[in-house]
């Protein structure tokens, strides 16, 4: 039997080193006793040193490796070094979703690919004191596995502007001025106490909607091991008992059909607007827009939602079309998604009061489900005729940043059909002296039930205004 003996928890460059030396000794699987810890040497005097041959294996393998070696459980390196013997002579072996070890290896990569997106999630980040310009901010977080280093990329990329730790029993990730240092050894709980706890509860208890309450799905992703570290946790009690009360006051106070009626009626009155001309100023424009029936939206709608701000504002948001609330309200993102906007704008810095808000297409487009006015979502022809309204907007305040929230946004802006995903996050020039930046619809993060994946996305929006505070501040 050979012993041997990786340092520390032992990580893929280690083991694969000693995995290829043993190979091309031709050691047995069998005969290898795989250990981690300290102090004893890296292997056994029995193995020859590391690189001694180059093993192929398929790419996968690598990927596959990679994960499995952040987990904890200790037969993770023999494991590998069966399934590394065996690839030599069954190139196909990871395909056989039923071999036992490539079962194994499947099961530790999943649950370690799990910890990970589970640390995007719900890591969560205190302030400290600021030490030099660049704001500081600690978090504690338990994951199960080895995972810090793995993860820990994710938020460099993600919070490159501030200086953070994240300390686990597992390790620690320390980014400082833009580097990012990762150390193994175990960290203890620090006392972490931020002076805006109080408004990330808000949030949260904000965001949360009781009409939607599915408890075993809300555990299953956001299992109760989680709880004593998220602060929000502490809301899921009150939220839930509530819930059925507050859903009751909704349907009772649900009087958009008459309200939508009588609006109808007294648009039906009004005389027509003068049409706009190039001379307009912003209130005139918004006047001529009460009349708009450039598109058959107006027709459902009970009346225009056009933007508004600030007539210079240097920050113009754009998002899709008014919801239920707004076409009521008259005003642009007053519901649900609105409230969703205006968390990440105080987030980020942003006084919703110096900004312009305003949607691609002014109608509220929607089907009737009974009483319930279903969003729909506009197609090509209605957006393409609404731009003309929201380019006469764009040249009248003229903004230095345009952000726009959601595809349909992006299309009116721009006319580019592409993949959000692939403009997301970054500045793109729109004109001379005007730069867009494109991100998720807030309603985008109100319809993701997986509260894992609400928390992560919520961040990346939280993250996309803050570089529109940025870009302003600039
Ligand atoms: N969604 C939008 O795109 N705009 C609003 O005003 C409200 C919801």
Same mark, same amino acid.
């Given at each position: 039997m050979q012993t041997v003996v990786l340092k520390g928890r032992g990580d893929l460059?280690?083991?694969r080193d000693a995995a290829r030396a043993l190979l091309a000794d031709g050691v047995d699987p069998a005969a290898v006793d795989w250990r981690c810890g300290d102090g004893a040497g890296l292997f056994g005097a029995a193995v020859p040193p590391a690189g001694a041959a180059g093993a192929s294996v398929p790419r996968g393998f690598i990927e596959l490796a990679a994960a499995v070696v952040c987990h904890r459980d200790p037969g993770r390196f023999a494991l590998l070094y069966r399934l590394l013997v065996r690839l030599q002579g069954q190139r196909a072996l990871l395909d056989l979703a039923t071999d036992p070890d490539v079962v194994a290896a499947r099961r530790l990569e999943k649950a370690v690919r799990r910890d990970s997106h589970k640390m995007k999630a719900f890591v969560r980040f205190n302030e400290l004191p600021a030490a030099g310009p660049r704001r500081?901010?600690?978090?504690?977080?338990e994951p199960d596995h080895h995972i810090v280093a793995r993860t820990a990329p994710f938020f460099a990329r993600r919070f490159a502007d501030m200086d953070w730790m994240i300390?686990?029993?597992q390790g620690s990730a320390v980014f400082t001025d833009g580097a990012l240092a990762v150390t193994d050894e175990p960290a203890a709980r620090p006392d972490l106490a931020d002076p805006t706890a109080a408004l990330w509860l808000t949030y949260y208890a904000s965001i949360f909607n009781p009409a939607r309450v599915k408890v075993k799905?809300?555990?299953?992703e956001m299992p109760k091991k989680y709880w004593k570290n998220l602060p929000e946790a502490g809301l899921i009690a009150d939220l839930l008992a509530q819930a059925p009360a507050r859903v009751a006051a909704m349907a009772t106070s649900e009087a958009a059909p008459a309200f939508h009626a009588r609006l109808q009626a007294r648009r039906a009155e009004a005389p027509a607007p003068p049409p706009p001309s190039s001379a307009d100023t912003l209130a005139s424009l918004r006047a001529a827009a009460r009349g708009c029936t450039r598109c058959p939206l107006h027709g459902q709608a009970t009346q225009t939602v056009f933007g508004e701000g600030p007539p210079r504002a240097a920050l113009m948001i754009v998002g899709e079309q008014p919801g239920d609330r707004e076409d009521l309200a008259g005003r642009p993102f007053v519901g649900p998604a609105g409230q969703v906007l205006d968390a990440a704008l105080a987030a980020a810095g942003i006084d919703r009061a110096g900004i312009y808000v305003t949607n @691609?297409?002014?109608?509220?487009k929607h089907e009737l489900r009974g009483r319930r006015r279903l969003h729909r979502t506009p197609d090509m022809p209605e957006v393409e005729q609404c731009r003309w309204w929201l380019a006469r907007e764009i040249a009248l305040v003229a903004p230095r940043l +345009? +952000? @726009?929230?959601g595809a349909?946004?992006?299309l009116a802006l721009t006319g580019d059909r592409g993949r959000l995903a692939d403009r997301r996050g970054r500045l793109l020039p729109l004109a001379p002296g005007r730069d867009l930046l494109v991100t998720v619809h807030p309603s985008y993060l109100l319809r993701l039930p997986d509260p894992a994946a609400r928390a992560a996305e919520t961040a990346a929006f939280h993250a996309d205004l803050a570089l529109a505070a940025a870009t302003l501040a600039a």
């Open positions: 460059a280690e083991w500081r901010f600690a978090a504690w977080f300390l686990t029993p799905a809300m555990q299953a @691609a297409v002014k109608h509220f +345009v +952000v @726009a929230m349909t946004a992006l």
